[in-house]
């Protein structure tokens, strides 16, 4: 127990003297006011100006658009309305008639959006004309989860999951990295604390910096209403298995300047995941086999807190993988760094 | 102690051996020199012995065991001091210490007292990376000894050492010594090998060239030289003659005879000038 915790220690003094924490709380906070502050709740609705030109006979629209609280102005004529969404680059122009509606756009508003107005609009004509729209819309979801994320609170998964993968490999590799420049390395060899400890120091090292991440990030966004049990026991094992990857590849590298193609393709494939998080209706199979998938959507399930099913799952997969990846780097770390060291 | 036999080692995509069937014996308590310029294969043979580098060829015993069956148990009776410094730079000088201590299970001294041997207790709590290469030098020399060794492997332990702390080093070396500790020591500091080894192997392109204790090698391989300074043409000039050689003899009478002589010693031959007799070239 005393050389490992002597390798622990040499390895978060260099953490923390390469001021990888201070980097992980900046991040954290950063992190937290994007979710809080930045990002908004949702985007499937529209808060921008209306520019009006009403050529019904009774000006019908002018009073209904006022009492439903829409921010609404009225423009004199067509040109007047384009000059006034020319200064205002959020605006979207309309010119009602009676007999129907234009709708004059920027051009780049989503088709959620412009499908929004319409829906609006045509609601809006439907009864001001007397119209009967359908009178009942039922709906059926079929997905688990019942309640649907904010936009905001949809993107903590990804940013925890993304932090742990991405920054806990490359922290791991800048450890090796160092410990290679400064010949740390050939010290160790020489002394009687093995490949295990060399190992399981960094690790360690690196969950406790992902640890403080994840606390930090979940405490200023979703505050103590989430269960920390599961969200630590993710953190743990994930930046755990992380760790395991960054040594493994990184190993086999002298410098962070050869390495930095490898880590460019690691991190692109860990954020593939995301694609499909958005939009569900990608769904490669490849990537459900990425950590960062089943991180995101654990790291999901957990704060909609509708099941536990999905995590459970996910902590057993990570623990496996974690099972088959430990032997592989123990047994290369220790032919290829330890036992093969050039001097 | 330390056996070796027919030892030899060529490097990946080297077509010549770096050592070549070399075999010694160390006695436990003795301080054995391993002399020779540099690319002799001195730290190779340090690094096969040390296990940094894997054995190839020959075999070696380090207290009844091949080396191939060594565990952890050996790295926990060793010190070992490298040549180029290697200390993690982001911890002080007692962390470096303190925290490779603690990587031992044996008893280990503490690192302050250890410090203080080699000079450096008022640097102690400074980042590494401010210190000179002569401190980190030291520091690597005191880690080799923190777990109080029982066999020591020193390479150029003085290299880039002011006199007064080389002093110090050589006494601690010395002190381990007296306390029954086997010390092998690579060096291509003629001096200092004479000064502290009990024996010494000449090693020249990866072969052994002469083996014996300093006084015995000075004997067979060494004569009588007399160093003579003398003025030629208004210059002043120094010139070295072996006493053993016809030439050398003939050579003085002629100086003696035709040029005024300002200073003339006698004295023993170094080891260097043996080791140049030997292999045809200087240490360094």
Known sequence: MKPFFSQFMIDFIVAKRNMFFIIVISIALLYSMIVNFVIPSKTESYSGNFYILDNTVNKKYTQALNSFGYNSFIASSLDAIKENMSKDKSAVGLVLKDDGIEAVFQG??????????????????????????????????????????????????????????????????????????????YAYRVSPSGTLNYILSKALVNVMISALFGIIFLLFTLGFKTNYFYFLSLIFLGAFLVSLLGILLAQFYSSLNEF???????????????????????????????????????????????????????????????????????????????????? | MISVQNLSHKYHGNSDYSVRRISFDIGKGEIFGFLGPSGAGKSTVQKILTGLLKKQEGSIWIEGTEIDSLNKDFFEKIGVSFELPNLYEKLTGYENLKYYAGLFSRKT??????????????????????????????????????????????????????????????????????????????????????????????????????????????????????????????????????LGKDEDKKRLKEVIDGYEIITMHSREATLEEIFIKLAGRGLN
């Open chain 1, 108 to 185: 780049y508003e989503s088709f959620q959006q412009q499908n929004i107005i319409k829906s609006i609009f045509s609601g809006l004509y439907d009864t001001l004309n007397n119209q009967n729209p359908v009178a009942v819309y039922k709906k059926t979801i079929l997905a688990e989860s019942s309640k649907k994320l904010p936009l905001n609170m949809k993107m903590i998964p990804v940013l925890l999951a993304t932090d742990i993968i991405m920054l806990g490999f490359m922290f791991v590799a800048a450890m090796i990295f160092q410990e290679k420049k400064e010949g740390g390395l």
């Open chain 1, 260 to 343: 930095i193609i490898v880590a460019l393709v690691f991190n692109a494939a860990m954020a593939l995941p995301v694609v499909s998080y958005f939009n569900p209706l990608i769904d490669i199979q490849i990537l459900k086999i990425i950590p960062s998938y089943s991180l995101i959507y654990a790291s999901d399930e957990i704060i909609n807190s509708a099941s536990n099913g999905y995590t459970l799952n996910t902590l057993l997969n990570l623990f496996i993988q974690i099972c088959l990846f430990f032997p592989a780097t123990y047994f290369s770390v220790r032919k290829v760094l330890i036992k093969k060291v050039i001097l």
């Open chain 2, 109 to 242: 001294f503490d690192p302050l007292q250890v410090l203080s041997w080699v000079g450096l207790e008022n640097d102690a709590h400074k980042k590494t990376s401010d210190y000179s290469k002569g401190m980190k030098q030291r520091l690597v020399f005191a880690r080799a000894v923190i777990n109080d060794p029982e066999l020591l492997f020193l390479d150029e332990p003085l290299s880039g050492l002011d006199p007064a702390t080389a002093l110090s080093v050589k006494r601690v070396i010395t002190d381990f010594k007296e306390r029954g500790k086997t010390i092998f020591l690579t060096t291509h500091n003629m001096f200092l090998a004479d000064e502290i080894c009990d024996s010494i192997a000449f090693l020249n392109e990866g072969q052994i060239l002469a083996m014996d204790t300093p006084k015995k090698l000075k004997l067979k391989y060494g004569s009588y030289s007399v160093n003579v300074e003398y003025r030629k043409d208004k210059k002043i000039l120094t010139e070295l003659f072996f």
